[in-house]
């Protein structure tokens, strides 16, 4: 867990701990799950978050023609993760035109994704938090539609620096470090994520479970 956790490939855990790449495939999905069950356990014990901040954080399947979305929300100033919720989205910029060509058209799942996240907190936001996130226009009203109560601030986005890989921001104060921080964090210790890597995620369901194993060891130990 802690190899998987530590920035470390599947490949070379098998090389390391002398064993095959299946098996460490295998344990990755079994600790995936057991973290799953733990994490649910750990955010039961978190009542009325007075304020959450959210956003997300984009890497790809197989190709760059087919990015995700992981939308992540974490309590400020603990940093702890709430939930996070991974989508399928379509290309964008340039190459946008190439990836419909050659994987056609692909479903934007992110409003769903956001949505189902949202569900999912209900219960554990209190009536009159602070949400934060940036100005992208898809936020407001999904927030709106699940925490009518709460106060929900944005920030104008800055441009990142080079330490955080796009995540950490290139200014004095930065109102959503807490979230930043944090995807930060995700892009260092989970090999798949980093910004220039030759490990991609093959398939969305392993990335989730590699997710919840970092949030596990994230909320229990990093931050502690």
């Known amino acids: 867990m802690q190899l998987l ?5 599947q490949r070379r855990v098998a090389r390391i ?3 095959h790449q299946m098996t460490v495939s295998k344990k990755l999905q079994f600790l995936g799950l057991r973290a799953r069950h733990k994490n649910f356990i750990m955010r039961q014990e978190k009542k009325s978050v007075l304020e959450m ?4 954080l984009e890497t790809f399947e197989h190709t760059k023609f087919k990015p995700l979305s992981i939308t992540l929300a974490v309590e400020k100033h603990t940093r702890f ?3 996070f919720e991974v989508a399928p989205m379509s290309a964008k910029g340039l190459l946008a035109k190439r990836a419909l060509k050659k994987y056609g058209v692909r479903k934007d799942r992110r409003f769903e994704s956001r949505n189902r996240l949202f569900r999912r907190l209900k219960k554990h936001i ?3 938090a602070l949400i934060e996130s940036d100005e992208n226009p ?3 009203p999904d927030v709106r539609r699940h925490f009518p109560a709460c106060v929900h601030e944005t920030s104008i986005g800055k441009r990142g620096c080079v330490t955080g890989q796009g995540e950490l921001k290139k200014t004095f104060y930065d109102p959503l470090f807490s979230l930043n921080h944090t995807c930060a964090m995700l892009r260092a210790n989970i090999n798949r994520l980093f910004r220039k890597t030759w490990c991609t995620t093959k398939k969305i369901q392993p990335l989730i479970d590699h997710i919840e194993l970092y949030v596990y060891f994230h909320n229990k ?3 502690k």
Not at 5 to 9: I, L, M
């Open 138 to 140: 898809h936020y407001k």
């Open 221 to 223: 130990h990093l931050i």
């Open 17 to 19: 701990l002398k064993i």
């Open 5 to 9: 956790v530590s920035g470390v490939s």
């Open 53 to 56: 901040q959210f956003d997300d």
């Open 126 to 128: 209190a009536p009159n």
């Open 81 to 83: 993760i709430l939930g």
